[in-house]
């Protein structure tokens, strides 16, 4: 009845711990990604939220807005007295929502306070593809194009997995993040398939609350 007891109150004493330690948190971030269509970079915002369920292990979920804007020459037009080529542009809106989970290793470099970690995620991501053209007339080919603004909607399984650097000031709740790694973005509409997958490179900003 002694060792049950002694053994009772150690559990309740290693899930207050447990308790203790786990937060949440979350963390606001900005970078460039990298589309394999068009084979652009492009602006990558993001906002993070993680649980830690222990010093190792955490998990939660990451919103992002990835922005690629590109332009297509369609020919050439005379104004005034000098020719000048007209484009088309094309600007793409991804949101990824994806679920994330990550294996932190906190004591590698604790002594200069950087804490490595891996997270691997899978989602969903909604694109906004967007494109414009104007009226005009090539002057080489003599090919009349109609001014043209539509857009079309996108969505398709995403994954993404990156190795992250987290550094914590003294006496600070704040972490500054590195995070460096790869996306999986395979968008469809009407059998029409775009690729966007590619490099991921973001700095952020974590804040920590018990």
Not at 15 to 40: L, M, Q
């Amino acid at each position: 009845m002694k060792k049950i007891t002694v053994n009772v109150i150690f559990l309740i004493l290693i899930s207050n711990y447990v308790y203790a330690e786990a937060r949440h948190e979350f963390t606001g971030k900005i970078g460039t990604g990298y589309s394999s269509v068009p084979k652009k970079f492009g602006l990558d915002v993001a906002a993070n939220y993680m649980y830690a369920f222990d010093p190792y292990f955490a998990a939660g979920g990451e919103v992002n807005f990835f922005w690629i804007t590109w332009d297509q020459v369609l020919g050439e037009e005379v104004v005034g007295l000098t020719t000048r080529e007209v484009k088309a542009k094309t600007d793409a809106y991804t949101i990824p929502f994806i679920f994330d989970a990550q294996l932190r290793l906190p004591e590698i470099f604790s002594k200069i306070k950087l804490i490595p970690s891996l997270t691997v995620g899978l989602g969903y991501s909604l694109m906004i593809l967007s494109y414009s053209q104007p009226d005009f007339t090539d002057v080489n080919s003599g090919k009349h194009y109609e001014k043209s603004d539509k857009k079309d909607f996108y969505g398709g399984f995403s994954w993404h997995a990156y190795a992250s650097i987290a550094f914590q000031p003294e006496n600070s709740k704040i972490f500054f993040t590195l995070d460096l790694g790869y996306r999986g973005a395979y968008l469809e509409r009407e059998n029409k398939e775009i690729d966007l997958s590619g490099f991921i490179a973001k700095a952020g900003v974590k804040f920590l609350i018990d």
